[in-house]
C-alpha cells in the first residue's frame, strides 16, 4: 500500500476549542457543542490509531474549566464518563478477542481526586482495566494544566529526597512519565496560543492552528495538518 504520509508524529496533542462557538453558532446550547465534540474526538481519535500514531493526547478539561457554569461543567463530566467507559468496554473486547495490535492503554493527566467520585472511578477502573495494552495509547488531559504538572513533578522529586534535578528527572516525574515528548499540537478554533496543555512536553513541538471549531474537525482536516507536519524540517535547535 502506498504511504499515505512521508512522517507521521509519534505523540500528538489536541486542543480541542471551539465546542462553544460551534453550537452558538447554530443556535444550540453549548452543551450540544460538548457532545458533538466528544464525538468528534472518538472519531479523530480512531483515525489517528489507523494511521499509525502511537500515542493521541487530548485536552478535555483543564485546570481553569472549573470557572465554568456548574451545568456546563456536570455535562462535560457526563460525556467523560460515557467516553471512558466506551473505550474501556472496546478495550476489553479486544483484549478478550486477542486482538493485540489494536489495543488501547488509557492514561490520564491531572489531579483525578478532585474529579466526582464516580467519574474518578471509572477512570481508575478504565486505566487499570487497560494498563497491559501497548499497541497505543490514549491520554485524556482533566483538572490538568501544565505548569501545575510541572509543580507536581518537582514536588514529587523533593520527597523522593532529590538535592539536584536534570531534565530526564522531571520528564520521568510528569503526568506523561514515560510517554515521548509531544511531535504535533493542534489546536482547533483561532486562538493562537497553548493555554496551559503540556507546556513541558511540548519544547520542540510543531504547532498547528487551524480555524476549524473542535466539532467540525475531521480526518480530512487532520490529513491537511498531518502533510503540512511531514514537510515541517524538525531542528531540535541544531543547524542542518
Ligand atoms: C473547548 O471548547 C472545549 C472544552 C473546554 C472541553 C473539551 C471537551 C470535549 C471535546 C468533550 C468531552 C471530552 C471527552 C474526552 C469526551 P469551548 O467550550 O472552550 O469552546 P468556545 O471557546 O467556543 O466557547
Same mark, same amino acid.
Given at each position: 500500500m502506498e504511504k499515505k504520509f512521508d512522517k507521521l508524529p509519534i505523540h500528538i496533542g489536541f486542543i480541542m476549542d471551539g465546542n462553544g462557538r460551534w453550537a452558538t453558532k447554530r443556535g444550540l446550547p453549548r452543551k450540544m457543542g460538548h457532545r458533538r465534540g466528544a464525538e468528534a474526538l472518538e472519531n479523530i481519535v480512531n483515525y489517528c490509531f489507523s494511521l499509525g500514531i502511537k500515542c493521541v493526547s487530548c485536552f #478535555? &478539561?483543564?485546570?481553569?474549566?472549573? $470557572? +465554568?457554569p456548574q451545568e456546563e461543567i456536570d455535562y462535560i463530566f457526563g460525556l467523560l464518563r460515557e467516553y471512558i467507559k466506551k473505550q474501556r468496554e472496546k478495550s476489553e473486547k479486544e483484549q478478550k478477542e486477542e486482538i493485540k495490535a489494536r489495543n488501547i492503554k488509557i492514561r490520564t493527566m491531572g489531579d483525578?481526586? $478532585? !474529579?466526582p467520585e464516580d467519574l474518578e472511578k471509572e477512570i481508575n477502573q478504565a486505566k487499570d482495566d487497560t494498563?497491559?495494552?501497548? #499497541?497505543y495509547i490514549l491520554n485524556i488531559a482533566m483538572n490538568y494544566g501544565g505548569r501545575d504538572d510541572i509543580v507536581y513533578a518537582c514536588n514529587k522529586l523533593i520527597k523522593e529526597g532529590k538535592k539536584e534535578i536534570t531534565e530526564e528527572d522531571i520528564s520521568g516525574a510528569l503526568?506523561?512519565? %514515560?510517554l515521548p515528548d509531544l511531535d504535533f499540537v493542534i489546536r482547533t #478554533? %483561532?486562538?493562537? +496560543?497553548?493555554?496551559? &496543555? !503540556?507546556l513541558y512536553q511540548s519544547a520542540y513541538s510543531e504547532l498547528y492552528f487551524t480555524k476549524t471549531f473542535w466539532p467540525d474537525f475531521s480526518p480530512k482536516h487532520l490529513d491537511k495538518a498531518l502533510k503540512e507536519y511531514a514537510k515541517r524540517d524538525r531542528k531540535f535547535g541544531q543547524l542542518k
Open positions: #478535555a &478539561f483543564s485546570t481553569e474549566n472549573w $470557572k +465554568r483525578l481526586s $478532585k !474529579m494498563d497491559d495494552c501497548d #499497541a503526568y506523561s512519565a %514515560g #478554533a %483561532g486562538d493562537i +496560543r497553548l493555554s496551559n &496543555f !503540556m
